[in-house]
Each structure stands twice: as C-alpha cells, then as structure tokens.
C-alpha cells in the first residue's frame, strides 16, 4: 500500500528532517550516533504529545515516523496485517535483520499540559487522551535509531538490514499479536525496543501474560416502577458476574491481576437496563493460568445470564503472552548504557523535576536520575502486560528502560503523561536512542553474539509451543466502543 501523509501536519516536521537529508555524509559528520537525528526525534515525540491518539486510530502519528523514515530512503509497507496504521519499514540488503519496534497509541482520559501540576486537557468536561505510557518518546527515539543505523549501514551494507515495525494499539489492543500472527518477524533476527520509565537499565526481565474482553448482557426493558416483573436486567447480570469474579479471587494462583470497569450500567434508574457491558483483564506471569482463569470468567457469565434470565456474548478484544527474557542481549544493551553519557538536567528542569516529584512523595536527586541500575542477571518480573511479549516468543528480543520520568512515576499517571511532553522526556528518549544504536551495532560487527543470542531463546523457548492468546479473530479495531 502506497504511504499517504497529513501534509498540513507534517510541514514543520518535514523541514526538520529533509535539513538531515539534504547534507552529505561529510557535513553531517556521521558517527553512527542517533545524536546526529535529536530535532528529528524531538519533532516526532512533540507532535505525537501535542496530538495524542488512541489505538488504531494513530494515523498521524504513523505517518510522521513514516515520513521520516521515507526520507532516509527506508522502503515502506503500510496498513500491514489488517490494522491501517501499522506498518514496516526496510533498510539495507543481506545479512542478519535487526527489528525496532515503535509503539505510538496514546491512553484515554490522560491527557494533561506539561506542568508540574495537574492540569487535565478537556473538552466540554471530557478530558483529551495523553502519552501517559510515553509511547510518543517510544517512537521518536526509535526513529532516531533506525536514521541512525541507515548511516552506519551506508558504511558497513555487507553487515545486515534493519527493519522499524510501527506498532499500533498497545494499550489493550494487541498489535503486535496481529503482526506475529502475520509472519512479519519471520525473517527477523534480534528485536529491540525501549520504554519510558523513572530509571534506566537493560536488566532482563518477564512480564505479565494478558487477556482482555467484554462482555456484554442483553436483558429485557421496563419500567422500573410500574412494571418491574416484566424486566429482566443486564446490570443484574453484570454485578452477579462481578460478584462471582471477586470471590474467585480467593482460589487464584499468587500474582494473579483481575480487574474490570463497567463500560454501560443503563440509561435511567428508573428503566430496567435491556444492555450493560464489563470489560475485562485477566494477567499472570503464566500464559497458561491466563487461559485457564479466561475460562472460568466465561462460566461466571454464563451463571449470571443463567441466574438473571439474561443473554451474554463475550468479545476478547486482547491477549499477550509474558515477555521471553534474553541475558545475552540484556548484557550487550547494559554495555551500552554504561558507555553513554548520563542524562544531565538544567537547572530550570530540576525546579521542575523537584516540584512534580512532591506529588509523588518523592524527593528529586539528579545523581539517581541520572544514574542506571546495577546490572542483574536475575530476572525481575515487571506487574504489567505489553504484546513484545508474543514477540519475544517468535526471536530472541530485548527492551531496555530510559529515565524519561522522576523516580517513582507509575505509568498510566497524569505525571508521566506530563513528563512525557518535556525536555525531561527527550533527554531520556535521546539517551534510550544512543542505546539501542549502539546495540545493534554491536550485533552487527558481531555476528557470534547474534547467534549466542539465538541459543539462549532456543534454550528458554524450550518445548512450550507459542499459540496466540487472540485465536484467529480479525485485528479489534472497534475495542474501544
């Protein structure tokens, strides 16, 4: 599919990047840093920030790293594996293929003005989506990466390819589900990718397997008063559900998650609800307890349309498998951390820093700030969800964390989203950059590690056979209504 772009917003983005493309390789002095590429990024994760946009529905924000991408001579394949913003990007010719993922979907409901204070954006009282997961640094510091790596591949053509995957809805949504479902990794050798956080480091690590769903009940209206015999109510069904889902929760496994919000409870009070909606998570660090608990959520349904005289469908809407671990390349990325310059801030973004921090209940210190973690070996179990899982089950992957955020900033936080449109954010954004280049650089001139890599994953993969969470039903791309 041929790639079309917002050209009105695009315009201030474009004279940013084509300012790059239009210099030689000698004035542009290439040292294959992302260093050389920080406007571009900061462009691509300022107007993401400025325009947030939900899960696939990020059409401006992928044609911005499209543009960019397509600039630099990258070769483009759009609207892939069904979903219209998802698309992959190809550079270079022969040898190993080096994947970046770039997520780029914002969160409902979070959206605030970069200040130390909450200040929600809103319209006519509903508050605007916002980066509160920074996956607007997530895709400008990619970006910055693969300009970076076309220039070293200019150099070094016989060491490999790289491909970007513009990954769309990872809040709840599954994209990358669909495109490992696609076959879009099956020539791909190493991936990496990045996310924003309050400390950085590249220590292996898993992460909670999720599946996702609403289920919706079908009663029968009247009038609450007059004629309540007659009705029979969808909101009964989903409170009897929820109340059977939460005496469940004594009989889990340990480090089980379930939670739910009623998405529709009725109209008035005073008609009986024909239709009320619950959407569901279910996460645990083991794909299989995921599955099995999804079928007892099921038979809850199923008794409280049962008990209420009610009907139910269910329509999963997720499902990701925990993140397969790689110390190889979490070693080789931690590497790369210790040799970059530590994140410095001025003195107008420690004022800043300082004051949100209080919110939090934090004190800020720029030592810790800028300091990464010791490296482990142990693996530590993150209590989210995120589908680079599936794709770490399909080739040996690694993500690293970047100090977008003070110490103690959750994700999904009116904080984060806030940081995530600041210098504060850029700076760790540009450091994650320089990372994950030198990395794959790494991989490059080092082929051997490539293949150490590929025996560890071997190793852990083991004999468990990946099936994905989803099943075959076509990418969700109405989950949100």
């Known amino acids: 599919m041929k790639t079309k772009f917002n050209k009105t917003l ?35 994760a300022k107007s993401m920030w400025e325009a947030p946009e939900l899960g696939f529905l990020e059409h401006d924000s992928s044609a911005l790293m499209q543009a960019a991408l397509a600039e630099r001579g990258f070769t483009i394949k759009t609207g892939v594996a069904g979903m219209p913003t998802a698309f992959v990007a190809e550079y270079g010719d022969t040898g190993p293929v080096i994947g970046l993922l770039a997520e780029m979907d914002a969160l409902p409901g979070m959206g605030v003005k970069n200040t130390p204070d909450k ?121 009897a559900m929820n109340m059977m889902v939460n005496l469940m929760r004594e009989h889990v496994p340990d480090g089980t998650r379930i939670h739910y919000v009623i998405t529709h409870g009725g109209t008035a009070p005073n008609i009986v609800p024909e239709f009320a909606e619950v959407y569901y998570y279910v996460r645990s660090v083991e794909p299989a307890t995921v599955l099995s608990l999804w079928d007892r959520l099921n038979n809850a349904a199923e008794g409280a349309a049962l008990g209420t005289q009610t009907r139910v469908e269910v329509e999963v809407t997720g499902g990701v498998w925990s993140v397969l671990p790689n110390v190889t390349l979490s070693k080789i990325a931690d590497q790369a951390i210790v040799a970059a310059q530590p994140i410095t801030l001025s003195k107008d973004e420690q004022a800043f820093a300082s004051n949100i921090s209080e919110t939090l209940n934090h004190s800020f210190n720029m030592q810790e700030h800028s300091s990464s973690l010791p490296f482990s070996e142990k693996i530590a179990v993150w209590s989210a969800s995120t589908d680079v899982g599936d794709v770490s089950w399909q080739v040996p992957t690694v993500g690293i964390s970047s100090s977008t955020w003070v110490k103690g900033t959750p994700p999904h936080t009116w904080q984060a989203s806030a940081m995530s449109g600041t210098d504060i954010g850029y700076k760790g954004m540009y450091l994650a950059s320089e990372v994950l280049t030198k990395t794959a650089i790494n991989l490059f001139a080092h082929p051997d590690n490539v293949e150490a890599a590929k025996k560890e994953y071997l190793e852990r993969k083991d004999a468990l056979k990946y099936k994905s969470m989803i099943g075959d039903r076509a990418p969700a791309l109405e989950y949100r209504k």
């Not at 940013?16 to 260093?35: P, R, Y």
């Not at 929600?120 to 640094?137: F, K, M, Q, R």
């Open 10 to 44: 695009l315009a201030s983005f474009l004279c940013v990047a084509t300012g790059f493309s239009n210099l030689s390789h000698s004035q542009q002095s290439i040292d294959s840093s992302s260093k050389n590429y920080q406007p571009v990024m900061k462009q691509i």
């Open 119 to 239: 200040q929600p954006i809103s319209t006519n009282g509903h508050v605007h989506a916002g980066h509160a997961c920074g996956h607007n640094l997530f895709a400008g510091g990619v970006i910055g990466s693969a300009l970076a790596l076309a220039d070293y591949l200019d150099k070094h053509p016989e060491q490999g390819k790289i491909k970007v995957f513009g990954t769309p809805a990872e809040e709840g949504g599954s994209g990358k589900v669909y495109m490992v479902r696609e076959g879009l990794f099956d020539d791909v050798d190493v991936a990496l990718h990045w996310h924003p956080s309050d400390r950085t480091t590249a220590a292996p690590y898993t992460s909670l397997a999720n599946k996702s769903g609403k289920f919706r009940f079908y009663g029968v209206a009247a009038h609450a008063a007059a004629a309540p015999d007659r009705g029979r109510s969808a909101l009964d069904a989903v409170e």
